[in-house]
């Protein structure tokens, strides 16, 4: 693929999704049947007696509060399953999460994308983006903001709180609004938020403020109480964040209509989970990942936290990386250093060092402290493993253990085992 990529127009609305993208009901024990009347499975599904839903799961009944469990009755024809628990306190629910009996998936095998942790429920809103040029589309949560929050692993009942006001007040107030404005086009906002010194990974201060900006005059017209209103209003303004999940969904989107490219050593997909960093590549199977270790982040934690409390790399969120901007755009974003670490002209040697390893500039994207030079886009394996230099990424750090959340940021690097075997496997 010689001439990188295409930002189309993407737009974004707000849905609440669940596998196949129907709207679901609130994922709880008394309407999860709501999932099969919808439709969101293939074959009949019937409920198993909850007495010995326990025993399918290899759980202890009394570490379950509620329990219920809907299969197909011949599994021989259809795999699709669903089981809800309500577990007694947060000991149980990590138990089953490590019992083997729970198949979690990538997002990016799903058409989303979630950052650090990458949670995604059937219950969640999320941000549904769309490539008018090639018609496919990608998914993305609701940004809750830093610290404490669930995509850093912290589950305090303020976590879960806030949870629950972006699904049942925020999202029907933003979904409102985002149809009364038609849509908005993420192409454009994130090219003045790289002129106004923001790189759309780590830094949204100005596309955060841009988007709201453009959504003021209808979050005025929704039909709402102005309370509920302007509750919504102030939860997306206290956020500077907001953007990052839109960030990455219009990157996965321009991503992945990049994919299936034949013989094509484009990138098109890094991604790290706190075990191993992965890679796609354009010109191989979608499912076909290569990878490595994850990586120790280096970079500045918050007051009270030493490097051994950090858990490894992890997130979707270098989808923005992949595509040209992130880190690979700190030039444009030398404030982001106070954050990441590192001083300006770390910045700007970041951004000038992607070039060797990208096969264009982008055509959208313009990095003014560079000169208005495009910035670097489209990774190609081959240049990585030549000049063994490594994609550079700018990302949060989460704590090692489950309940604390972020205790800082950095700068990170993919490890040269995801590319080289990508190259071996072309040969």
Not at 172 to 197: C, F, H, I
Not at 205 to 210: D, Q
Not at 224 to 229: G, Q, S, T
Not at 348 to 360: D, K, V
Request: aromatic share 8%.
């Amino acid at each position: 693929m010689k001439k990188g990529f295409i930002w189309p127009l993407l737009l974004f609305v707000l849905l609440t999704s669940c596998g196949n993208g129907l709207e679901a009901a609130p994922y709880q024990i008394e309407d999860a049947k709501a999932l099969i009347d919808q439709g969101a499975f293939s074959g009949a599904l019937t409920e198993v007696d909850r007495e010995v839903v326990p025993l399918i799961y290899g759980l202890e009944d009394t570490a379950i509060k509620e329990s219920v469990c809907y299969t197909a009755a011949n599994s021989s024809v259809s795999a699709d399953e669903v089981a809800v628990f309500v577990m007694e306190d947060a000991a149980g629910a990590d138990r089953l999460a490590r019992s083997g009996e729970i198949t979690f998936s990538p997002c990016h095998e799903h058409g989303c994308v979630g950052p650090m942790a990458g949670i995604v429920s059937p219950s969640m809103p999320v941000h549904i983006v769309e490539n008018r040029t090639f018609g496919n589309r990608s998914y993305s949560t609701v940004n809750e903001g830093l610290g404490k929050v669930l995509r850093f692993g912290a589950n305090s009942q303020e976590v879960l709180d806030r949870l629950r006001y972006i699904k049942e007040e925020f999202f029907p107030v933003m979904r409102s609004v985002v149809e009364l404005a038609g849509g908005v086009d993420l192409k454009n906002l994130t090219a003045q938020g790289l002129s106004m010194g923001d790189e759309c990974h780590n830094r949204n201060k100005a596309t955060t403020a841009l988007l709201l900006r453009d959504l003021l005059p209808f979050f005025m017209e929704a039909d709402f109480p102005a309370e509920v209103r302007n509750k919504a209003m102030l939860f997306l303004r206290g956020n500077e964040h907001y953007y990052l999940n839109l960030s990455m969904a219009a990157c996965k989107c321009t991503l992945d209509a990049a994919h299936g490219v034949p013989n094509s050593t484009i990138v098109t997909t890094m991604a790290r989970n706190g075990v191993e960093f992965g890679i796609r590549v354009s010109g191989m199977p979608v499912d076909c990942w290569f990878t490595g270790p994850a990586q120790r982040v280096e970079g500045l934690l918050f007051p009270g936290f030493q490097e051994e409390d950090a858990a490894l790399d992890l997130g979707d969120s270098a989808i923005t990386e992949t595509c040209g901007i992130g880190g690979f755009a700190m030039a444009a974003a030398p404030a982001i250093v106070q954050f990441v670490g590192g001083c300006v002209e770390d910045a700007f040697r970041y951004s000038r060092q992607m070039y060797e390893i990208t096969e264009t500039e982008s055509g959208s994207f313009f990095l003014p402290p560079l000169d208005f030079r495009g910035s670097a886009t489209g990774i190609d394996l081959r240049k990585v493993v030549e000049a063994g230099i490594l994609p550079v990424i700018n990302t949060g750090i989460a704590h090692r253990e489950a309940g604390v959340g972020q205790i800082g940021a950095g700068i990170v690097h993919p490890p040269m085992a995801c590319f080289e075997k990508a190259l071996l496997a072309f040969s």
